[in-house]
């Protein structure tokens, strides 16, 4: 079983003699494994098994199910082959366990006195999914089931020769069933679903298996599972058994089968599992009547992100979550021991349970991706599995605008501005389709953007992937923005920045869809540029520049197609003029000109970049008119576009087109603002 455990771990406890380890395997649901408890008995029998198993349960309260790997006896039938146990095979448990040792006498003869329940219906119904497949051929993957988790040798655990597997009548050596009509693979295990007799007799005459096995209808027999079975009994749990054979319980025993049946258990105790969900771990119920039902997927989710927070004063946290009332541990602890213990508290008057106001407070102390992670943890968390929505948003707001309040009396900058950052990549092989993925900025004094998952469309149905990130976003600003102004900030590679994306439409289903540029200020960005780290230092140099007092454009001008320049001497210039923030480009960089101009622009840092969007050199109407954009304070292009295109979109559309808003582009591309850097705006 150790050999099979993914990230183990050993485990000790003052309190209890055993050494543990703690690992993973995999469950039915992808991303969500089981989290495993390993105890090796140091003797085997019933009792040594209960007190084992006693010890575990209370070291590991959390534990859900008790699962016995190990090895036994078989019982052999070579006259009904169907029936034939081998060595190196696997018995299953589903029939429960038969305490044979535990009898009363009757008229009829012994009989077990009471029978064991408390087997787990969830590992029974995985495991009878396997014996329906082993029904209709469909071999279990043993080569994958006894695979280690790690670089381990297992060499020790190789199977025995065909020879080695001896079966016996009296002194007589007699054969094997076909295995056509067995139905065993060659080299490998056939699994057997049936009952398992238990008893602390260590079973060596063939005569005895066989007359126990007919009264009891038992197809292997061992020494410890009725003691694991009344070890969880006390503690309302469930039990499961699964044993791999190693002789046929008669007089020719010996170790050699012992390793490979061992693993041949582990592996289909791995099997198993991996056909049954995770097992739900009851974390608390706080007495107002909330259910707070955390899995234990969830909680080992956030102890990985609280990890990766290592500089986060815990101790700072806990007062403000517990309200001063429950007193830090005495010893240091980490944020994951942290949480741990949060787990185990009663809500808050408010109804916010300690431990995910612990994760809120975390969120705004760590980077922005680590804080959109932790965030997406606590609403997943609040919506799906407490129901507290509603409550986990406003309490996120209140913490908020207590941070916001805190940097005015620290006489820190004013908060970010919320926005969205819609991201689109091109896919490599199909240009008609495309990666999209975005961010949500809410208000704050940290560039915190709350990362979605990747998600591949057409470039015919990304207005609705956007219309549908909107709408995300909207839900999240109606709780933490008053009156503030938002924005859309698309993020696109060099060959789409020339789309007027800002001319995207939303309420796609209703009768007249509304322009983007009409509901909110929409600049586009460089995703190269913000990948390509090589360029950052220079890129920071310029919009630094930009906002030194008195901060305004320093624009450069594109070039006059009239004139003949060529491309090597203006980008010369601009790359010489280091206090150079704004380039209007010459054309529309559908043109060569103009597409080189704008990538000359981008690999030289400059941040804001213009253009009309028409075809052929830009006018003199339409340079004067982007000359007076970039009058005054730096921030007013933003407003002085917002308003010329919200004016052309109030138009008709013969006029519209007229228009200059209907064409004129901004790219706007604050460095700090970075969703592949850790840190990020402050």
């Known amino acids: 079983m150790r050999a099979l455990m993914a990230d183990s771990m050993v485990a000790r406890l003052d309190s209890d003699p055993n050494e543990y380890r703690v690992g993973h395997m995999a469950s039915l649901e992808a991303g969500r494994p089981h989290r495993i408890v390993l105890v090796t008995m140091a003797e085997d029998n019933t009792r040594n098994a209960a007190s084992t198993c006693t010890d575990m349960l209370r070291s590991f309260p959390r534990i859900r199910c008790v699962v016995m790997a190990g090895i036994a006896g078989g019982v052999p039938a070579p006259e009904e082959p169907h029936r034939h146990v081998r060595l190196g095979d696997v018995v299953v448990a589903v029939d429960g366990i038969v305490d044979y040792g535990h009898l009363r006498q009757s008229p009829n003869g012994p009989e077990p006195r009471r029978p064991i329940g408390g087997i787990s219906m969830d590992l029974k119904r995985a495991a009878q999914h396997l014996e329906q497949g082993q029904m209709l051929g469909e071999a279990l993957s043993w080569p994958g089931l006894l695979a280690p988790a790690g670089e381990r040798p297992m060499a020790i655990f190789a199977r025995p020769p065909e020879a080695a597997d001896r079966l016996h009548r009296g002194r007589r050596k007699v054969p094997h069933p076909d295995r056509e009509l067995s139905g065993h693979p060659v080299d490998a295990p056939k699994v057997h679903f049936g009952a398992v007799g238990c008893a602390d007799v260590l079973l060596t005459d063939p005569e005895l298996r066989d007359n126990l096995a007919a009264r009891h209808r038992v197809i292997a027999f061992e020494m410890e599972a009725a003691g694991v079975a009344a070890g969880v009994a006390n503690r309302g749990l469930n039990w499961f058994v699964v044993r791999g054979i190693v002789d046929y319980c008669d007089g020719y025993k010996n170790d050699q089968w012992h390793a490979y049946a061992s693993l041949a258990a582990a592996g289909c105790v791995r099997a198993v599992l991996a056909e049954c969900p995770p097992f739900p771990v009851v974390w608390r119920v706080a007495p107002t009547g909330v259910r707070t039902l955390l899995p234990e997927w969830e909680m080992d989710r956030l102890h990985a992100l609280l990890e990766l927070a290592p500089d986060v004063d815990g101790r700072q946290v806990w007062p403000v979550v517990t309200g001063g009332l429950v007193p830090m541990p005495d010893t240091p602890a980490t944020l994951a021991q942290l949480a741990v213990l949060l787990a185990g508290l009663n809500a808050r008057p408010d109804l916010i349970p300690p431990l995910l106001a612990f994760a809120e407070h975390i969120a705004v102390r760590v980077p922005h991706r680590l804080a959109g992670e932790l965030r997406a943890w606590t609403d997943r968390v609040a919506e799906q599995i407490l129901h507290l929505g509603d409550r986990m948003r406003a309490y ?10 805190e940097h005015q009396a620290a ?40 990362p979605s998952n990747p998600r591949q469309t057409t470039f015919r149905h990304v207005e609705r992937v956007l219309q549908a990130a909107i709408q995300h976003a909207e839900t999240i600003w109606c709780d933490a923005v008053d009156g503030e102004p938002v924005e859309i900030e698309l993020l696109l590679p060099s060959d789409l920045l020339r789309t007027a994306v800002e001319w995207w439409n939303t309420e796609l289903e209703a009768p007249a869809p509304i322009p983007l540029c009409l509901e909110y200020p929409v600049v586009v960005r460089s995703l190269d540029r913000m990948r390509a780290a090589y360029r950052h230092r220079v890129w920071h140099q310029r919009w630094r520049s930009l906002w030194q007092h008195p901060a305004r454009h320093h624009v450069y001008q594109g070039r006059d197609g009239s004139a003949g320049e060529g491309l090597g001497p203006w980008n010369a210039r601009l790359r010489d003029r280091r206090d150079l923030t704004t380039v209007v480009l ?7 000109s103009g597409s080189h101009e704008l990538e000359s622009a981008l690999n030289a840092g400059i941040p804001v970049i213009l253009w009309d969007r028409r075809p052929g050199p830009l006018t003199s109407e339409m340079a004067r008119l982007l000359a007076e954009l970039t009058e005054g304070p730096p921030t007013d292009v933003l407003t002085r576009i917002r308003t010329l295109r919200v004016d052309a979109a109030l138009l008709p559309e013969p006029d519209r087109k007229q228009h200059a808003g209907r064409h004129v582009a901004l790219l706007w591309d604050d460095p700090a603002r970075n969703v592949y850097e850790p840190g990020g705006q402050l």
């Open 396 to 405: 996120r707001h209140r913490l908020e605008e207590s941070r916001f309040r």
């Open 411 to 450: 006489g820190r900058p004013a908060p970010i501005r919320p926005c969205l950052l819609f991201q689109i990549e091109r896919d490599d092989i199909d240009s008609e389709r495309c990666e999209v993925r975005y961010w949500i900025q809410r208000q704050g004094h940290r560039w915190q953007p709350e």
């Open 586 to 592: 010459g054309s529309s960089p559908d043109r060569e």
